[in-house]
């Protein structure tokens, strides 16, 4: 059974939205520090955005800043990613991902989160 588990992803035209959804089977939710990271072929995976555990402490990269919004439901053990103003450049598969702490208080490397998911395919079309 996957631990962690994306939904959402899907083909938009640009400009449009997309919300994508992370279902954790990780016991004790909240603890973790949540992260959302997307990959291109033939590229390393590249950071997205985070939240922390409590959900008041959110980060984002430069090229998502002000398009993407993070988020988290502690009681349904679910992480989201609400993206608007889609480039044809966010084409990628996005992963879910988690990680403690423990390992690092601010991890923006895909190499700090030791869960994945299986990750969802997002297409925009110019």
């Known amino acids: 059974q996957a631990l962690l588990v994306e939904s959402g992803g899907g083909l938009v035209q640009a400009g449009g939205s997309l919300r994508l959804s992370c279902a954790s089977s990780?016991?004790?939710?909240?603890?973790?520090?949540m992260g959302w990271f997307r990959q291109t072929p033939g590229l390393e995976r590249e950071f997205v955005a985070r939240?922390?555990?409590?959900?008041?402490?959110?980060a984002y990269s430069d090229s998502v800043k002000g398009r993407v919004t993070i988020s988290r439901d502690n009681a349904k053990n679910t992480v989201f990613l609400q993206m608007n103003s889609l480039k044809s450049e966010d084409t990628a598969i996005y992963y879910c991902?988690?990680?403690?702490?423990?390992?690092?208080?601010?991890?923006?490397?895909?190499?700090?989160?030791?869960?994945w998911g299986q990750g969802t395919q997002v297409t925009v079309s110019s």
């Open positions: 991902a988690a990680t403690t702490p423990a390992r690092s208080t601010e991890p923006s490397f895909w190499k700090e989160y030791p869960y």
């Open positions: 990780l016991g004790a939710f909240s603890r973790y520090i």
């Open positions: 939240i922390s555990g409590s959900g008041d402490i959110t």
